[in-house]
């Protein structure tokens, strides 16, 4: 106990080694893949305890949004990862976002750029504990990619803010099943910085105050399992998170995949039942139709908060991927979306937005040593408002001719 207690106290704060980016396994695919180190020296690398990568994504791109198409080139990753085993118990890992902000945030102290810094420790073959900043152990299996390989996300994926502080305890009963508990931060930013000093609940007629909570933590059980000799995946979760005081957000999440040796294929669930907007999207696009709407049959309503959250929010995603390996070298990608959003109290908005996505590439993979894909995409997505919010629909579309490469290079 004296043992558990100090390496608690060692990490201080922590998330889990089973969240985005395959981080059961530690991260990516890493298989068999050469480092530049090894192919220069000729020399074969001896242990696991430092290993290097950059995770580099780019592509030449014609998006076309309300009819009119533009092009550019834009780098869409760029992340450099460094983990490893310092002994058959202790582990490490960090992946630093190269293009995003590195102001530390008032609550967990770290970059919103760094995605992880987390240490861990196995104590058995069953029992571990994993301490640092790393994503929450939400289920599914988009959920859980690296992001370099996602084209695009699940609305409900993209708007979605994951890495945080906490820490987590992964108990194996048999080698293929695991139950992970986690305990983080439900943000990165004190309060008032993540939404603002002025921050209002939105209700049917009332906009009231939002005050920061004494306790903001998100807690999340987390089963992951393997059957018939890992053909038959899942990554379930469910977690309750503190929004502000009195505001509770609560998540399921349901993965399921087929693994087989030239086909995979998983089909996701994710339902986020909110007490205040945590994604945002429902606030972000019908906040000011909505208090038009109000003030037209009601003078005395005032106008649309500038840091306004819907109160009792409802959001459904359903996610199904497929890779298909139809040849030496070459991989086939078909991947579908379909989300909904609803404001329950208030009756314009509720059920009031459907979105569905619908992507595919061609992946090809030159050489075999590297984890190096050349592809071309689509991706198109349909938003689908109801009548009496008020929005109006729109598609958006995308072509992309790009490569995806993580770099080992030590």
């Known amino acids: 106990m004296k043992r558990i207690l100090l390496f608690g106290l060692l990490l201080g704060a922590a998330v889990t080694a089973n969240a985005q980016g395959n981080n059961t396994r530690m991260g990516g695919n890493d298989g068999d893949y050469q480092s530049i180190v090894e192919r220069i020296t000729k020399l074969e690398k001896k242990n696991d305890m430092f290993n290097v990568y950059f995770n580099y994504a780019a592509s030449a791109?014609?998006?076309?949004?309300?009819?009119?198409?533009?092009?550019?080139?834009?780098?869409?990753?760029?992340?450099?990862?460094?983990?490893?085993n310092l002994t058959d118990k202790l582990f490490y890992r960090l992946r630093h976002r190269m293009n995003k902000s590195n102001a530390a945030k008032g609550q967990d102290n770290f970059a919103k750029a760094t995605d992880i810094m987390m240490v861990g420790y196995n104590f058995s073959d069953k029992l571990s504990v994993m301490g640092g900043k790393m994503c929450q152990i939400w289920g599914g299996f988009e959920f859980d990619e690296n992001p370099m390989y996602i084209y695009e996300y699940s609305d409900m994926v993209e708007n979605m803010d994951n890495f945080m502080a906490g820490v987590t305890v992964s108990y194996k009963p048999v080698p293929t099943q695991e139950i992970a508990v986690e305990v983080s931060d439900a943000n990165n930013g004190r309060f008032f910085e993540d939404h603002g000093d002025d921050a209002m609940a939105v209700n049917n007629g009332s906009v009231r105050p939002l005050q920061q909570s004494h306790n903001p933590l998100t807690y999340i059980v987390n089963w992951n399992g393997s059957f018939f000799n890992d053909i038959f995946q899942t990554r379930w979760s469910w977690g309750l998170q503190t929004q502000a005081r009195g505001k509770y957000s609560r998540m399921l999440v349901l993965g399921q995949r087929l693994n087989l040796p030239t086909f995979q294929w998983y089909v996701d669930y994710m339902g986020a039942f909110d007490g205040m907007d945590r994604l945002g999207i429902a606030s972000g696009e019908a906040m000011d139709a909505y208090f038009e709407s109000a003030r037209a049959t009601d003078y005395t309503m005032p106008v649309a908060p500038d840091n306004g959250y819907f109160s009792d929010v409802h959001y459904n995603s359903f996610i199904t991927k497929a890779n298909w390996q139809f040849a030496p070298k070459w991989n086939l990608m078909l991947k579908g979306t379909y989300e909904t959003a609803s404001v329950s109290k208030i009756e314009m908005l509720k059920d009031y937005r459907k979105s569905l996505g619908y992507i595919g590439s061609i992946e090809y993979y030159p050489d075999k040593t590297q984890d190096l894909r050349l592809f071309l995409a689509y991706v198109g997505k349909h938003i689908d408002y109801s009548d009496k919010c008020g929005l109006k629909d729109y598609n958006t579309n995308r072509i992309e001719l790009g490569f995806m490469y993580r770099i080992k290079c030590y």
Do not use: H, S, V
């Open 61 to 84: 791109r014609a998006t076309e949004n309300d009819g009119t198409w533009e092009t550019g080139i834009a780098n869409k990753q760029l992340r450099l990862e460094i983990k490893g």
